[in-house]
């Protein structure tokens, strides 16, 4: 008996050794057993958030936001036409002619603080180290590099770019002004792209926009500016703050990349709602720019 109850014992710890290796395989090995491993409470399977369930929980979450307790050691379309990945969606609106990688100077204390309370970012950051963020100092061709990626792949937005860039060298409001519909059009944007891109130069012209206060601006100030150009909405808006005004505390719901990979790092792979992936991130305040970066980066193929 005692010999059949040892090796029933090694059976069951060879099976959930192999379930374990099968889901860190399906998340890519952005989470390791943890992810894997679901409890039980009264016959009853539940989803777990990074934690062990407390006693008489019964079919609540457990304890949520990957938080742990003490002193320890930052897709699919977005409803905007993100690129096919999260890391592509995160970067398009960034890419710009004076493109370069920058290390905001809240970074490491926003990291240092992340690893202190959630376990999921205390093994993220370290494997993926400092921050690679594209940054351009123009405000308008951020936004417009934006508008032209709309829901095309990253090859084709960079080759339309290219053309467009050809055909408007300086790439500055007025010069996109007085090339026209039909010049751009003839670069192969779309009727309502070059609708947008004009009516994005014709905003920074006028002066409608506050681009000199977008600095001092709180972030829904200047999300409510950026949104009220045609073409523009909140998803491209939140990019913005991230990639040209290196905001902090981003947390952009409308980007499937993000809310993709809280399903995979927090929930196992189960579908997760916007109010999930918002109480996951609640824990990440106040650097939830950095958080949604690193959820980006465990999307990578290992």
């Not at 977005?78 to 592509?88: F, L, M, N, R, V």
């Not at 936004?143 to 829901?151: D, F, I, K, T, Y």
């Not at 926009?209 to 998803?235: N, P, Q, S």
Request: glycine fraction near 8%.
């Amino acid at each position: 008996m005692a010999t059949a109850t040892k090796t029933q014992a090694r059976r069951s710890a060879s099976l959930t050794g192999a379930a374990g290796e099968a889901a860190k395989r399906a998340a890519r090995g952005a989470q390791k057993q943890q992810e894997a491993d679901v409890a039980k409470t009264d016959g009853v399977k539940k989803r777990a958030l990074n934690g062990t369930a407390p006693e008489g929980a019964g079919k609540t979450r457990a304890k949520a936001n990957g938080a742990v307790d003490g002193v320890g050691a930052m897709p699919a379309a977005s409803p905007e036409g993100a690129h096919g990945d999260a890391a592509d969606a995160a970067a398009a609106p960034a890419r710009g002619i004076e493109s370069e990688v920058v290390r905001p100077d809240y970074w490491d204390k926003a990291c240092a603080d992340l690893v202190k309370r959630d376990r999921i970012l205390k093994k993220l950051i370290p494997k993926f180290g400092p921050v690679h963020l594209m940054s351009s100092d123009d405000p308008f061709v951020t936004l417009a590099r934006s508008v032209v990626g709309q829901q095309i792949s990253t090859a084709a937005a960079q080759a339309l770019w290219q053309k467009v860039e050809a055909a408007c060298p300086k790439l500055v409001p007025q010069q996109f002004i007085k090339l026209g519909h039909e010049k751009l059009a003839a670069c192969g944007l779309s009727k309502r792209k070059t609708e947008y891109i004009l009516d994005l130069a014709q905003h920074f012209v006028s002066g409608a926009l506050h681009v000199g206060k977008w600095t001092t601006m709180d972030d829904e100030d200047v999300i409510a500016e950026l949104t009220a150009i045609r073409g523009i909405g909140r998803w491209t808006a939140e990019m913005f703050l991230i990639f040209n005004l290196a905001r902090p505390n981003v947390l952009p719901l409308d980007d499937l990349g993000l809310i993709q990979a809280i399903s995979v790092n927090y929930f196992s792979g189960e579908p997760v709602t916007r109010s999930e992936a918002r109480e996951v991130a609640a824990n990440w305040e106040p650097w939830r720019t950095v958080a949604t970066w690193y959820m980006w980066r465990s999307l990578e193929p290992s």
